[in-house]
């Protein structure tokens, strides 16, 4: 079953955080609705099983800071902001 998960990532906090998540026809929503807000999404399965466990607005557990970590900097890298 499909799976979506939206993070945000503020750099006031020391993670990224849920923002959205959802199976099936939920997952297909947060994806139209990230697409139509022009945000990258980036599809990691497994990555989005282990975070399908958390509440809205839970920080991503440390033990998943680096798979996080790498998505974020391939986004960051795809829309020129990467330092």
Known sequence: ???AIALRYDETLPAPFVVAKG???VAERI???AE??????VADSALAE???FLDI??????????????ILAFVLRA?????
């Open 1 to 3: 079953m499909e799976k």
């Open 23 to 25: 199976s099936a026809h």
């Open 31 to 33: 994806q139209r609705v």
């Open 36 to 41: 139509e807000a022009g945000v990258r999404i």
């Open 50 to 52: 282990s975070l399908v």
């Open 57 to 70: 607005g839970d920080l991503i557990p440390e033990d998943l800071y680096g798979a996080v970590a790498e």
């Open 79 to 83: 829309e020129g902001r990467a330092r």
